[in-house]
């Protein structure tokens, strides 16, 4: 948080001004400061989450990142028709002047006062990648003693983040946040799961504090905001003493007791992903959309991984669960756990997919990282997946996520599967968020399934522009993966099962085929002819093994043998 804080002192001249946090406060003539001048907003750093702050619609939300100081800034996300608009009622003095400021990020931003008694005052600015001040300033009322300070976004735009504000003038008896203290030592410091290379931990929250410095051995090696870590790059079978503190922007408080863990020993992992080299994958669908319901046991032969659809999200950032929908017809988890087991026996892979359409999973933590870690390994363990599908659309950050996918890996084993079904947009180039968690995990990743589908026109690895529904489409894509880094093996064509199975993008099997020769053969191919071919090409993906059913596994009987017998 920015907090104005200012002390009486005599400047002479024609002009008094007042440096204050984070910009220069004029504040009258010749004379004496006013002393009782004050950041009269309150929680003006959301550093105590979105207390004292209204947001319409439920808009508004206390965020870790992007922040400009301490641990917390507000993002407001712009819906429908409603603009975000987040306020406070401030406590002022009578005809006094007032500096209103505010620092913003990303969408169109608004920041203004109204019920000032004088003048209604606001400021915008179009959205900006970093963070930029907003200031007016604004004259109370003879009868004026609360102002309604607000920002809001804009109508369609994208969400927009505040932080420090700053409401600087005559306290008008409401008071300012009081100054920060140095928080005390974290208490009850404790380590978890360890592996061979890692050691979780956990403490205690500390009052006041809003980050907390991890130590290994007396050096630090972790910032986290929250109230666990996970210290990873460890050797094995070797003890490690561990020590946390608390900061603010006070300063830091001592270290915590010391708690050690030993790291465990190197074991064989078992072998590499039971999958072959040319695979199809297929999503089973647990819900009933007016496709077929199926129950595992019914998916097709061809169909050599498939996706659990999906698991769900819990109130704690990135954990995840499983619930069976007792629509799919079983009649016990038991049962379903049966089908599992009989699936992989049969040789199939079966993994749990995250997202979906209306799924949100939020990984943008190490504490979300590490829930989403230990909550999926624990679907593995109880329900005897194989892996996890990564398919989510509602945004990423690649560094969490990587950190979640190694954090799983390392409990799991190489026997992992991990695959990804990112959309047409997420993979157009290296840079994307998408992009770039699957070349920082491409040692553990088993195959990226891009969705061709419910896409406009995209852009190939020639720079052309292609449509979807075409041999080209998916040829010219699928260059920018394998051209991007990707090894062939990690790369997969992803389409609807029939026409049913997607908004649009469905092709016919044979096109489908044509751009699977195309890519490893060289032949079959459009206008676009790739410069090389790639034998190694992973295969073929489909939405849904259900809508597959409803058209009598069309889909598969064509495309699951041309796969199959691929170079």
């Known amino acids: 948080m920015d907090r104005t804080t200012t002390r009486s002192r005599r400047w002479l001249g024609s002009a008094l001004a007042l440096a204050v946090g984070s910009g220069l406060v004029l504040v009258g003539g010749a004379g004496t400061a006013q002393a009782a001048d004050v950041n009269v907003a309150k929680n003006a750093g959301f550093e105590s989450g979105t207390a004292n702050w209204t947001c319409s619609a439920g808009s508004g939300t206390a965020v870790s990142s992007p922040v400009r100081t301490g641990a917390g800034a507000l993002k407001a996300t712009p819906g429908g028709q409603d603009h975000a608009k987040c306020t406070q009622v401030v406590t002022v003095k009578p005809n006094s002047t007032y500096r209103l400021s505010a620092w913003v990020q990303g969408g169109y931003a608004y920041l203004g006062a109204s019920g000032t008694g004088t003048t209604d005052v606001s400021t915008w600015t179009p959205d900006s990648s970093s963070w930029k001040q907003l200031t007016t300033t604004f004259t109370t009322g003879a009868s004026t003693t609360s102002v309604t300070v607000y920002t809001h976004g804009w109508y369609g735009q994208a969400a927009y983040h505040v932080d420090d504000v700053s409401v600087f003038g005559p306290d008008g008896g409401g008071g300012t946040d009081p100054d920060p203290v140095v928080p005390a ?113 019914d998916v097709q032969a061809q169909y050599d991984i498939i996706a659990v659809s999906f698991a769900d999200s ?70 005897g997946f194989n892996g996890v599908d990564i398919d989510l659309e509602h945004g990423i950050n690649s560094t969490y996520l990587t950190k979640a996918l190694r ?40 195959v990226v399934n891009m969705q061709y589908y419910n896409s406009g026109s995209m852009l190939g690895c020639d720079g052309k522009v292609y449509s979807q529904g075409s041999v080209d489409f998916l040829t010219a894509l699928a260059c920018i993966q394998l051209q991007g880094g990707l090894d062939a093996s990690q790369v997969g064509l992803g389409v609807p099962a029939s026409t049913r199975g997607a908004g649009s993008g469905y092709v016919d099997p044979s096109v489908v085929k044509n751009a699977l020769d195309c890519l490893t053969r060289g032949t079959g191919c459009g206008s676009f002819k790739p410069s090389r071919t790639w034998p190694g090409l992973r295969g073929a993906m489909t939405w849904s093994t259900n809508w597959d059913a409803t058209a009598g596994n069309a889909w598969s009987n064509a495309v699951g043998p041309h796969v199959h017998n691929l170079p």
Not at 333 to 344: G, I, L, P, S, W
């Open 407 to 446: 954090q799983l890996s390392a409990k799991a084993g190489s026997s992992m599967v991990l695959t990804m079904a990112p959309q047409t947009i997420d993979m157009q180039n290296t840079g994307t968020e998408y992009f770039k968690t699957a070349l920082a995990v491409k040692d553990i990743l088993t």
């Open 314 to 383: 819990t109130a704690t950032p990135g954990q995840i669960v499983f619930n069976l929908d007792p629509a799919v017809g079983y009649a016990s988890v038991a049962d379903f756990k049966a089908d599992v087991a009989a699936k992989k026996a049969a040789g199939k892979s079966v993994i749990i997919s995250v997202g979906g359409e209306k799924g949100n999973v939020t990984i943008n933590s190490d504490a979300s990282a590490t829930a989403f870690a230990n909550s999926a390994y624990a679907l593995m363990q109880e329900y």
């Open 185 to 297: 030592a974290p208490a009850g410091l404790a380590a978890g799961t360890v592996t061979s290379s890692s050691v979780a931990l956990t403490w205690n929250a500390a009052s006041g504090a809003t980050g907390y410095n991890v130590y290994r051995g007396g050096t630090k090696v972790l910032s986290v905001s929250g109230t666990s870590a996970t210290v990873t790059g460890l050797a094995a079978d070797t003890t490690y003493q561990f020590q946390v503190s608390a900061t603010n922007s006070a300063g830091e408080s001592a270290k915590s007791a010391t708690v050690s863990a030993r790291t465990g020993k190197v074991t064989d992992p078992g072998p590499g992903p039971a999958v072959p080299k040319h695979a199809l994958t297929g999503y089973w669908q647990n819900f009933d959309n007016g496709a077929t319901v199926q129950k595992l046991r």
